[in-house]
């Protein structure tokens, strides 16, 4: 069976969703041809899966429709050859890697936004606050939607949005060596102990309050 992946463009105002990529199933399990598609319906990324890991010749493209990387995996999924090339098509030949650990450098940008948000806004002693933040592809953070139940919550939106803002662009986040958008998404909650809430997975941390 086949399936099809609509994705919603989160720096749209509409919240507008487009087809972003179809794979083919076997046995509950990513097997066959797959192909994903940018908003205007050009190619992505093509390539195989099997078993659920990359399989054979994959390739991705820039929206220019210049080539961005083509990888070559093993039965197993492994990554055992990979070429890569800017949008004018000069061939890279540093720091090549399929994805650049987008999933864990996720992680790290959004617990060093957390800290920072800890360090420069005072939490209430109790309440919680829901944030999205988007990463363009310039690596630049925009605060697309901050709601709270904290006492005196607009003052403490307020002040979030203004530390959010006045973050320093990072670098660029990369997927098959296209420059790409990340959205982060989590919950403050304000206890003894603060629970981080994350789109998938739950992380406690002890936070110490300062003394204003």
Do not use: M
Not at 64 to 87: A, P
Not at 134 to 159: A, C, M, W
């Amino acid at each position: 069976w086949v399936l099809y992946w609509l994705k919603k463009n989160d720096s749209s105002i509409n919240n507008e969703t487009y087809l972003y990529k179809k794979s083919i199933y076997v046995n509950n399990l990513r097997n066959g041809s797959f192909k994903e598609l940018y908003e205007d319906g050009s190619t992505q990324g093509e390539g195989f899966y099997k078993n659920n890991n990359f399989d054979k010749e994959c390739k991705w493209y820039h929206p220019n429709g210049q080539l961005s990387s083509l990888e070559t995996y093993n039965e197993k999924g492994k990554l055992i050859e990979i070429k890569q090339w800017d949008e004018n098509g000069v061939e890279r030949t540093k720091k090549l890697k399929a994805n650049h650990d987008i999933s864990s450098r996720r992680d790290q940008v959004q617990n060093r936004i957390i800290g920072i948000l800890s360090q420069k806004v005072k939490y209430p002693s109790e309440g919680k606050a829901y944030f999205h933040v988007f990463v363009d592809k310039q690596g630049k953070f925009h605060l697309l939607e901050i709601e709270t139940t904290y006492p005196n919550s607009e003052n403490y939106r307020e002040k979030a949005k203004q530390v959010i803002k006045n973050l320093k662009p990072i670098e660029p986040f990369l997927y098959h060596n296209q420059l790409t958008e990340v959205s982060l998404k989590f919950y403050l909650i304000a206890k003894a102990q603060q629970t981080i809430i994350r789109t998938n997975r739950v992380y406690k941390t002890t936070i110490r309050r300062r003394k204003f």
